[in-house]
C-alpha cells in the first residue's frame, strides 16, 4: 500500500502524527486501499497523473489556501484569481483544454474557479458548430482571446424553451439576425462570467460567478455566427434542419455528462470523507455504563446517516462512468447525424443528472448535520459543500422537469413494449425490462436472502414498470373520460415523476451490481463493493417502502427481513468506513476541512484555525458604538 504522504498537504506541525483514533481504523484493512484508488480513477496510470498534477497544484503559492476560511476579498475575484494562476500555470507545462491534468487541477483546487462558463460555450461550440466554426473560434476560446457566456435563462423563463420571449428576426438584405428584448421578462437572467450590463446581486451560494442580467436592444449578429451543425438558415431566410429536434439539446447534453464525475459527485464523496473521519474522532454517549464514551461511528444512528450516503456515493461514480462511456460511444455518431443512440443518452444523463444532484444535495447536508455544531462551522468545510452541490438541482435543467422528460421516455418505450413481439421494435437497453416476464410477488423467504443482488435489482425492476404501466394507463383513462393528450399528462405527472425515479434508482442499482460483477480478479475489493451495492440497494427499497408494498409484491413480513438485512450490512460496512473515504484520495489541501484532515487532528486544527480569525486580532467597532452605549445605559439606572 503507498504512504498516505501525497494526501497531506496543509503543513500544520501536527500533520504527521496519527490520531490514535483514526489510526486504529487503518491497522488492517480487509483490502488494499491503491487498489481500489486506481479502479475508481479507472486504471493506475490515472492515479498516478492526477498526483503528480496534485503536487504541482499543490507547491504553487498562488493556490495557497492559508486562512481561506476567513478570505475578505470577493469572492468572485478570488475565482477569477484562480482562474488566472491555473491558466498561465497550464501554458507553461503545455495542459491541453481538453486534457486530464486540467481536470485533475480543478479537483486539487478547492476554491472555485472563474469563468466556468466559458467551458460550457466551449462544449456547445464542439457539439453544435460545423468543423468551419470550431477552427475558427475554438482557438480564440482556448487561448482566452475572447471570453464567452452562456445566455439562456430570461427574468419570466427558464427550463421550458419554447416559452423564451428574446426575438431573434432574420434581416435577409444584410444577412444578419436582429436579437431583440421586447419586454422586462425577457432581459436575460443568470448568464455569467462576461458580463457589461449589470449584476443580479447575491445568492445562496456560488457568489464566484458573477451572474447578472443582459436585455438586449436591436443586437445585430452575423448569420454566420448561428452554430449549424444541425441547423441553418439559408442567406435568404429559408430554415434548413440536419437533424432531429432534440440534436440541438447535444451541447448542454454534454455539459451534463461531464458535470457528474467532476461537479457533482466529489461533493458528495468530499462530505462523506469530512463526515465519517470526524465521527471516529468524536466521542459521545456511552454504548454501556462502565464503557469510556464511544466513537459516534459506533452508534447505529450516526452509521445509518452516514453509511448510505458513501454506498451511494460509490453507486453514482459508477453510475456516471458507465453514462460516460456510453456517451463516448454515441458521441462521434450523432455529431456525424447518426442519432440512434441520442434518445437513450439523453434520457440517461437527464436523469441521471436529476436524480444524483437531488441524492448529493440529501446527502451533503445529512453530513453536515452529523457533525453537530461543528459541521455548522465553515471551517468544517461542509457549508460551503452544501451551498455548491444544492445549486446543482436547478442549474443545468431543473430536476422535475428533466423527470418528466425522463417519464415521456419511459412512456413512449412502455407503449412500444405492449406491441406483440414480432412487431415490435428492440428497446433501448436501459428499458429492456419493460418487455420482460414480471414477477407478481417477492421470492425472498429469509433477510440473507435480500443480500442476492438479482432479488433486488428484480424488485426495483418490477416497481419501475409498476409505475411507468400505472400512469399510462391513467393517461389512457383520462382521454377516454374526455380530456385532451396535453391535460391528461398534466394531470398524471406527480405519478409520473414516480415512475421516473423508480426507473433512475433501479438503473443505479443495477449498474453498480455490474460494476462489482466485474471485479472478481480483486475478491477483497468486490466483497467490501457488494456491501455497499447491498446497502444502496435495500436503503432505497425502505426509503420507498410504501410503492414495493402496495401491490403485494413485498409482504410486511418481507419488509422486516429487508430492514434486518440493511441493519446488519451497517455493522459490518463501518469497519471499512475510514478505508472506503481513503479511497477517494482527496488531498487535505483539496478538502480544506478542519474536520476532515488524513491525520484526524481535528480539535488541535479547530482551536488553531479559530485563532486566525481577524475578530481575535482586530479592534471591533461595534462594542464601542453599540454595546458600551447599552450598558452604561442600564448600569445608570441601577
Known amino acids: 500500500m503507498s504512504s498516505p504522504v501525497h494526501r497531506v498537504s496543509l503543513g500544520d506541525p501536527w500533520s504527521m502524527r496519527m490520531n490514535p483514533d483514526i489510526a486504529i481504523e487503518r491497522q488492517t484493512p480487509s483490502f488494499d486501499v491503491e487498489r481500489l484508488t486506481n479502479i475508481l480513477d479507472r486504471g493506475a496510470q490515472n492515479t498516478a497523473l492526477r498526483r503528480k498534477v496534485e503536487s504541482i497544484i499543490h507547491s504553487e503559492p498562488a493556490f495557497n489556501l492559508q486562512n481561506s476560511q476567513f478570505m475578505t476579498q470577493n469572492e468572485y475575484e478570488a475565482a477569477i484569481h484562480n482562474r488566472f494562476h491555473l491558466q498561465k500555470l497550464a501554458q507553461r507545462l503545455g495542459w491541453q483544454e481538453d486534457g486530464c491534468e486540467l481536470k485533475y487541477a480543478h479537483r486539487a483546487i478547492s476554491g472555485d474557479i472563474g469563468l466556468g462558463v466559458h467551458s460550457v460555450f466551449i462544449k456547445a461550440l464542439r457539439s453544435l458548430g460545423s468543423e468551419e466554426q470550431i477552427a475558427k473560434w475554438y482557438p480564440l476560446c482556448k487561448t482566452f482571446q475572447i471570453i464567452t457566456t452562456y445566455a439562456q435563462t430570461e427574468l419570466g423563463h427558464g427550463t421550458y424553451l419554447q416559452g423564451l420571449e428574446t426575438e431573434a428576426t432574420y434581416d435577409p438584405a444584410t444577412q444578419e439576425f436582429v436579437i431583440h428584448s421586447p419586454t422586462m421578462t425577457a432581459t436575460k437572467w443568470w448568464p455569467g462570467d462576461r458580463i457589461t450590463v449589470g449584476d443580479i446581486g447575491p445568492k445562496m451560494g456560488l457568489n464566484s460567478i458573477d451572474n447578472g442580467f443582459l436585455c438586449l436592444h436591436h443586437v445585430r449578429v452575423p448569420r454566420e455566427n448561428m452554430l449549424c451543425r444541425f441547423a441553418e438558415v439559408l442567406p435568404d431566410g429559408t430554415y434548413m434542419r440536419h437533424g432531429t429536434m432534440q440534436s440541438n439539446y447535444l451541447g448542454m447534453l454534454v455539459t451534463r455528462v461531464s458535470l457528474l464525475l467532476t461537479g457533482i459527485i466529489p461533493i458528495l464523496q468530499k462530505a462523506c470523507v469530512i463526515s465519517l473521519r470526524y465521527s ?13 464514551e464511544a466513537k459516534i461511528l459506533d452508534h447505529q444512528t450516526q452509521q445509518q446517516k452516514l453509511l448510505p450516503q458513501l454506498a451511494l456515493s460509490y453507486a453514482f461514480h459508477f453510475l456516471a462512468v458507465s ?4 456517451f463516448q460511444h454515441s458521441y462521434d455518431a450523432i455529431r456525424n447525424k447518426d442519432f440512434t443512440l441520442l434518445p437513450e443518452l439523453h434520457a440517461l444523463s437527464t436523469g441521471g443528472k436529476a436524480m444524483i444532484s437531488d441524492f448529493c444535495t440529501e446527502g451533503a447536508e445529512q453530513c453536515r448535520r452529523a457533525c453537530g455544531g461543528h459541521g455548522y462551522s465553515k471551517m468544517s468545510g461542509l457549508p460551503t459543500l452544501v451551498t455548491q452541490v444544492v445549486a446543482s438541482c436547478t442549474y443545468e435543467g431543473e430536476n422535475t422537469v428533466l423527470y418528466l422528460q425522463v417519464a415521456r421516455f419511459l412512456a413512449k418505450n412502455y407503449l412500444q413494449a ?28 429469509l433477510a440473507v436472502d435480500f443480500l442476492r443482488p438479482e432479488l433486488y435489482v428484480t424488485a426495483w425492476a418490477h416497481v419501475a414498470s409498476r409505475l411507468i404501466k400505472d400512469a399510462a394507463h391513467r393517461v389512457q383513462t383520462l382521454i377516454q373520460s374526455g380530456a385532451d393528450q396535453h391535460e391528461a399528462w398534466n394531470q398524471t405527472t406527480v405519478i409520473q415523476l414516480q415512475a421516473a425515479k423508480a426507473h433512475c434508482y433501479y438503473i443505479t442499482v443495477k449498474n453498480f451490481k455490474e460494476a462489482v460483477e466485474k471485479l472478481d480478479h480483486d475478491p477483497a475489493i468486490q466483497k467490501v463493493l457488494k456491501r455497499l451495492c447491498d446497502l444502496s440497494a435495500l436503503h432505497g427499497i425502505l426509503t420507498n417502502s410504501g410503492d414495493f408494498l402496495h401491490d403485494g409484491y413485498l409482504s410486511g413480513a418481507q419488509a422486516d427481513m429487508v430492514r434486518t438485512a440493511y441493519l446488519d450490512l451497517l455493522r459490518l460496512i463501518r469497519k471499512d468506513a475510514i478505508l472506503l473515504t481513503d479511497a477517494f484520495d482527496f488531498t487535505d489541501q483539496s478538502l480544506n476541512s478542519a474536520l476532515g484532515c488524513y491525520d484526524g487532528n481535528v480539535y488541535e486544527r479547530l482551536f488553531h484555525w479559530a485563532q486566525k480569525s481577524p475578530a481575535n486580532t482586530q479592534k471591533n467597532p461595534v462594542y464601542e458604538k453599540y454595546i458600551q452605549p447599552l450598558l452604561q445605559s442600564w448600569r445608570s439606572k441601577l
Do not use: G, W
Open 280 to 292: 471516529v474522532i468524536r466521542h459521545q454517549s456511552r454504548l454501556r455504563p462502565s464503557d469510556p
Open 323 to 326: 453514462i460516460l462511456e456510453f
Open 418 to 445: 405492449q406491441v406483440s413481439s414480432t412487431k415490435r421494435k428492440s428497446l433501448p437497453q436501459s428499458v429492456a425490462y419493460l418487455a420482460m416476464p414480471d414477477q407478481n410477488r417477492c421470492p425472498a423467504q
